[in-house]
């Protein structure tokens, strides 16, 4: 691994900057920065979200698992667990439809002109995880914590060492999903 | 270089593109791709303006202090990509109210400002709470083929779906 380029605090800012704008051009560029979009995916009748996002985590996951069996790479799988996951999910899935942007692409869609996402998206996430700061010491007792299973990945959980045994079956299944959209015309 | 004033590139393009940039943000920086965090520490940076150095104790903040990071520096520079791609396209213009919720909804910016307020509002929360959002969990979490991210993808999507279909087919 490239450890003393990750130890270096101000070009790490920098090449954190140079990747936003690369991911802020592609994300507009795909039209997600768009509530119009979004709010189609939602709706099942645009699936342009879904087609980046599958198309991203297929690329992304052959050659980040690549990298890591080059030993160029480490996961950093985010611990979880059903409290965390499944309610957290739920409510921000709620906030997706109502505000028709996510974090990234509200930033995107501030970068392309849209007030809404300004005005109401950021300084809407900010209130609200200013709120989730609040409500953390209590919820982090006992709702959280339901059905922890921490940093888990699926090679983990089924119990294979090498990673590519799910990988690939899992890259085919993704791929399958975007050739199924693609057939049915959407 | 007419490519880069077009509106829009095909969804797969920019999908294989934001999955080549993950490699390098593993590679370079040993991170994956996420926005939310950044704007939890934003969060208890503002709030340290008002209430001072005693946010830092928050158990939150202790865990995620309000500093500007890596992922901070990608927000911003989200914005100014997109700003970027927007200019170059002509696709650049100030907007208060989209044209799917003016259609349902009608064009008064106060309805839409409030209404995107309360979204962003269970956005924020609903994003810390499952501990990432559609780029930590939903592109750098699934390609990682973690558990918790998998998981949190598909409730976003469930609830979503659910939340749009009674916004635009029950209510609008």
Known sequence: MLTRLHEQKNLQLLLGLLIGIVFGFLLQKGGVTDYNVIIGQ?????????????????????????????????????PGSLGTSVIGGLIFGVGFA????????????????????????????????????????????????????GELTLPQALKVKNAWVVVIPVAFALIAMLWLLELLGL | MNWLSMVRWSPYMVGIGIGILSW??????????????????????????????????????????????????????????????????????????????????????????????IGGVLMGLGARWAGGCTSGHGISGTLQLAVSSWLAAICFFIGGIAAAMLIFHIIG
């Not at chain 1, 709706?43 to 050659?63: E, H, Q, R, Y």
């Not at chain 1, 809404?116 to 914590?145: E, H, M, N, T």
């Open chain 1, 42 to 78: 939602l709706l099942l009748t645009d699936f342009t979200v879904a087609k980046i996002m599958l198309a991203a985590s297929i690329t992304g996951m052959l050659g980040v698992h690549l990298l890591r069996s080059r030993g160029l790479a480490q996961l950093h799988p985010k």
């Open chain 1, 98 to 149: 109502v505000l028709g942007y996510y974090p990234g692409t509200v930033a995107g869609a501030v970068g392309q002109g849209a007030l809404d996402a300004l005005f109401g998206g950021v300084v809407g996430i900010l209130i609200g995880s200013g709120i989730f700061a609040a409500l953390y010491p209590r919820l982090q007792r006992s709702i959280l914590r339901v059905g922890d299973f």
């Open chain 2, 24 to 117: 390098f943000a593993f590679l370079l920086s040993d991170k994956p791709i996420g926005c939310s965090t950044a704007y939890a520490r934003t969060s208890g940076m503002l709030e340290r303006l008002v209430r001072g150095d005693r946010v830092l104790k928050k158990a939150y903040y202790q865990k995620f202090a309000p500093v500007v990071d890596w992922e901070w520096m990608l927000v911003v520079g989200v914005v100014i990509g997109a700003f970027i791609s927007a200019q170059l396209s002509g696709a650049f213009h100030v907007l208060w109210v989209p044209s799917t919720w003016a259609a349902s909804f009608g064009t008064g910016p106060v309805l839409r400002w409030l209404v995107a307020l």
